[in-house]
């Protein structure tokens, strides 16, 4: 027996990279039976009791994930928001205090250089005015290229802070807030996409009602040298269990989440990918991101090629690098994710195939090592999502 | 008798009929399995050919056989139990049945005992 394909969709670290970097929770993850793997330039706990049990804990109840690789970058200085728009196609100056969007970061072409989550919060200048500031997660593989790119775009007065000193808890499920508001009173105020300041034993946190599993939950910015005792005591909490990239994976997948370095690239567009959502309509008339003559044509006419969710006949999942082919067996698009929904029982799939294919019903063929699979085109999320929305409680 | 090949998989053997699956080790390294692809009856194979395909929620991997053979059957309740394989790698969720065309390629495996050397060094 050998691995065909390893760890397909968690094993993201380029092979030139250099030593993967250790987590805070480095030591709390092997001591609660953490399987590690490199991902994003880091050792993570792909799993601990299993990726099957603990895709299913977290649809049922709740579980902790550790997101410590991600960038936390806070960005200040005069019209910071407006600078950042040159970049990113959401209304970021329109951006109310504790509240956050999902934007995507751009080059000069349109393509996606990474997607992110970007909130306004209170802040203090030094000389005591209040202020705001942007506060953005980004991904871990992308962060360092991300500041690069960031500081070639935006004016001299705009200061970039990595907070590498913080690390980033999500607990995702729902019983998620409920439970953490045990240990952290409030958390339950916020709604969908609202973010706060809170505190846990005296420790500042900062705390988002949001998350990349399509559950309910909240993302957590703690301290790094107080982290594990914060582990700990979420995890005291018979709700919690603690879940791994693996399952971190699959929840996504089926959330129609897509994954930077695997669904979007440079070579992407917010269009191609099926995220217009996050081209603000201001930002659309104004026309004046990074990329947008070519973008909103492509709104316009339609692009070349999409994302779509694929429904696989059978259980064998079908993973990224996986081709679509036509009647004739010529390659007209790729699988760029794949694999084995456990809320669903079978397998799903992400591509991208000639826009005319990407119509939900769509029957395509997938070619994956020799051997043909038939697949449905179907609308995404492939799981309803639960996100507790303003006005729903 | 049960035979062990460095690749994880193991082979019962009675008279000329072998009975081939893999490891505990091999499935607990595996993870959850999802989907099992046995050969078909009659297929031919020769000795460390590609013999089934076992895919867990992480990855794919080639289940290779022990001995060259004809294939008898494959385990149809993997199709619906897959993770037959998880709960009882060394019995229920036997692979495929073979009649073994060279039953000397058996003195080229391990025993239980070497098998269990080979492992705890891994």
New interface residues.
Partial sequence: ??????????EDAPEDQEEPQLLPLDAWHRAHGGRMVPFAGYIMP??YE????EHLWVRESAGLFDVSHMGQLVLTGENVDRALEAVLPGDIQGLGVGRMRYSLLLNDEGGVLDDLMITRRASTDEDGTSSTELYMVVNGATKYDDIGHLLEALPDDITINLQDEQALLAVQGPKAVATVARLVPGVDSLVFMTAGAFAWNGTPLWVSRSGYTGEDGLEISVPAEVVAAFADALLEQPEIRPIGL?ARD?LRLEAGLPLYGHDLDPETTPVMADLGFALAKKRREAADFAGAARILAERERGPAVKRVGLLVT????V?EGASVVDADGAVIGRVTSG??A?TLGG?IAMAYVPTDLAAPGTGVRLVQ?GKVHEAVVAAMPFVPHRYVRQGAQ | MRYFTEDHEWIDVDGAIGTVGITDYAQGQLGDIVFVDVPAEGRQLAKGDEAAVVESVKAASDVYTPVSGTVLEGNAALADQPDLVNSDADGEGWFFRITLSDESELEELMDEGAYEAFVAKL
């Fill in positions: 027996m050998s691995d065909a394909e390893t760890l397909l969709n968690v792909v799993q299993g990726i099957m049990a693996g699959s059978g259980r064998q999942p993973r694999g084995f456990p397998a090592r």
